[in-house]
C-alpha cells in the first residue's frame, strides 16, 4: 500500500481513527513523505524485519478503516471545515 498516495484528508482520517500505536505513528507519518522502508528502518533505529512487520499492522488498520461513505462524512463535515477555519 503507498500511504503516500493518499489525498491530506484521506491521511488525516486514518491519523484520527487508525489508533497507531507510536511506532506506527512514526512509521505512517514517514510513509506518506514517501520514505522507503529501508530508510525507515534506519530512522527508526531497527530492523528491516520489524519495519516490515509494523509497515502490514498500519496497512492492516487502514484496509479496516476505509469504508468510502463513512470516511467521506468525516471529510465533509469535519475535515474541510476545520481547515477552512485556519
Known amino acids: 500500500m503507498k500511504v503516500y498516495d493518499f489525498t491530506e484528508p484521506e491521511l488525516a482520517y486514518y491519523s484520527e481513527f487508525a489508533n497507531f500505536s507510536p511506532q506506527e505513528d512514526i512509521l505512517f507519518n514517514l510513509r506518506k513523505k514517501n520514505v522507503p522502508l529501508e530508510k525507515c528502518a ?24 476505509t469504508n468510502t461513505k463513512r470516511m467521506e462524512q468525516w471529510i465533509d463535515n469535519v475535515y474541510w471545515p476545520k481547515i477552512l477555519k485556519q
Do not use: W, Y
Open 42 to 65: 534506519e530512522i527508526m533505529h531497527c530492523e528491516m524485519t520489524t519495519v516490515k512487520k509494523v509497515s502490514r499492522r498500519v496497512n492492516k488498520k487502514i484496509i479496516q478503516l
